[in-house]
């Protein structure tokens, strides 16, 4: 077997193709949150900071053009966003789980005919304790 054909048959394995399709998945719902964190959330948390932009947010230090920047406040932007990721990707996945536990539930088995009542067997242990 070729090395070609080798990597043809890895590359139509199902696993693959299933993590490629999540990764183009991925990639489209990455660009969602980020517009919802940077169009949406930062600005209504902005107006409520008292019109805050946080990716201006820096801390220099040193002077001129050698100045270190310290870009906090697009970090505090990033943190946020994948804080909504991790949350919307949790919440996917307690969909799944869910679902899946539903498909791995077993039938409920069928009941066994019903066997002798209470009285009925206390009726049984009395008839033998007369004929000893």
Do not use: H, W
Not at 63 to 91: H, R, S, T
């Amino acid at each position: 077997m070729g090395f070609i054909s080798e990597f043809k048959e890895f590359a139509m394995k199902g696993n693959v193709m299933d993590m490629a399709v999540g990764v183009i998945i991925g990639g489209a719902f990455g660009k969602i949150v980020s517009s919802l964190v940077d169009d949406v959330l930062m600005p209504i948390i902005g107006m409520i900071t008292g019109n805050v932009d946080f990716t201006g947010l820096v801390l220099k230090f040193g002077e001129g053009e050698g100045a270190a920047v310290l870009k906090y406040g697009q970090f505090i932007q990033n943190v946020v966003d994948f804080l909504i990721v991790a949350f919307c990707i949790f919440l996917m996945l307690k969909g799944i789980n869910k679902l899946n536990r539903k498909k791995e539930e077993p039938a409920p088995e069928p009941e066994a005919p019903a066997g002798p009542t209470q009285e009925e067997l206390l009726a049984e242990i009395r008839d033998l304790l007369k004929q000893k």
